[in-house]
Nanobody, 123 residues
């Protein structure tokens, strides 16, 4: 069992920065691909970024590439999403998720989810 808890969301101005954190519990945390998803009202949950178990491989949605950075610290059981130059369209609830797969981008490919943290970008 893996438990995930997101934090760090809030109100940020466009062009600012924000870092989301995901705290994980479970001794096998380092074996999972970790991902960030987001969901805006009335929209489907969409993939944002993922990182391999070792942290050596990352992948981003085109909409955030170059602005967001995913990272992990397995020693601390933490995953992060650094959001630079956020835009109004980045406003959503952001979710941390864990998957036993590798090249995973779909929500149904992820096994565990956090409760989500709200990010609101003001313009």
């Amino acid at each position: 069992q893996v438990q995930l808890v997101e934090s760090g969301g809030g109100l940020v101005q466009a062009g600012g920065s924000l870092r989301l954190s995901c705290a994980a519990s479970g001794r096998t945390f380092s074996s999972y691909t970790m991902g960030w998803f987001r969901q805006a009202p009335g929209k489907e949950r969409e993939f944002v970024a993922r990182i391999s178990w070792s942290g050596s491989s990352t992948y981003y949605a085109d909409s955030v590439k170059g602005r967001f950075t995913i990272s992990r610290d397995n020693g601390k059981n933490m995953v992060y999403l650094q959001m630079n130059s956020p835009k109004a369209e980045d406003t959503a609830v952001y979710y941390c998720a864990a998957s036993g797969g590798l090249r995973v981008t779909r929500p149904d490919e992820y096994n565990y989810w956090g409760q989500g943290t709200q990010v609101t970008v003001s313009s």
